[in-house]
């Protein structure tokens, strides 16, 4: 059997699973993120490395949150949404017609009510890295709804172009347009741009906790495939 050391590298508050020749076998990543959460990844582990890595990391910690993740076929969500559309009063435009400094206050609003993110409050440097970056943002398939006829951002749907796959970034509305349709509009949408792509497959993730979430999206199909489990110390942000 392999024989480990695990170290911790200060220069990027990163922990490296090395062997006994001083080759690297996984990393343990710190990133602070804007919700000014600390949060510990575990990246390329080999399965030898993988236990000693969470062992040194996860002292103290305990359970705090649970999140599935799901699978859904597009041309099936596109079925059952072909006729969806937002309520009277409301529009769908790109994002390519929203302001960036607009777009990333609707989306710091939104975050507020999702499971692990409420706090989160992006500077503009970091919004524009993550929102534009091109390996993942395809701008039709990122959509924002607005109230007419005054122009509020009331909610968005995005979807990641990943190398991997194609990822159900957020679906939100503020909590005062709810139960209107207004989700329901925006994955019909969205889907239907997917299902004109040839997409077929999208993954998301959803908090155990969120029912309206989840029940929303195994209606159009999705099925669990896989989660998680967050970890958190007590009086660690």
């Known amino acids: 059997m392999a024989s480990f050391e695990v170290k911790r590298d200060g ?5 490296v699973a090395v062997g006994e020749t001083g080759e690297p076998h996984g990393h343990a990543l710190v990133r602070r993120r804007p919700d000014r959460r600390t949060f510990v990844f575990l990246r390329d582990a080999e399965p030898e490395a993988f236990g000693q890595l969470a062992a040194v990391t996860s002292s103290g ?18 079925g059952r949404l072909r006729d969806a559309r937002l309520p009277a009063g409301y529009s769908l435009v790109s994002v390519e017609e929203v302001a960036v400094d607009e777009l990333r206050r609707l989306d710091d609003r939104l975050r507020q009510d999702v499971p692990g993110t409420d706090g989160w409050e992006w500077d503009a440097a970091g919004f524009l890295d993550e929102t534009y970056d091109p390996e993942q943002f395809d701008p039709r398939l990122y959509w924002i709804a607005v109230q007419r006829p005054g122009g509020e951002h009331v909610g968005l749907v995005r ?22 349709g ?4 925006l994955l019909g949408q969205v889907f239907g741009v997917l299902d004109g792509l040839g997409v077929g497959e999208v993954v998301m993730e959803i908090d155990d ?29």
């Not at 207004?182 to 509009?185: F, L, Y």
């Open 159 to 180: 979807v990641w172009r990943r190398p991997d796959a194609y990822r159900l970034g957020l679906i939100g509305v503020l909590p005062q347009h709810r139960r209107q």
């Open 61 to 78: 910690f305990v359970p705090a949150r649970r999140e599935s993740e799901y699978v859904v076929d597009v041309a099936t969500a596109h």
């Open 182 to 185: 207004i989700a329901v509009g």
């Open 209 to 237: 906790a969120n029912e309206a979430s989840r029940g929303l999206l195994v209606g159009l199909g999705a099925r669990r495939i896989g989660g998680s489990v967050e970890l958190v110390r007590d009086g660690a942000r």
């Open 11 to 15: 220069r990027e508050l990163r922990w």
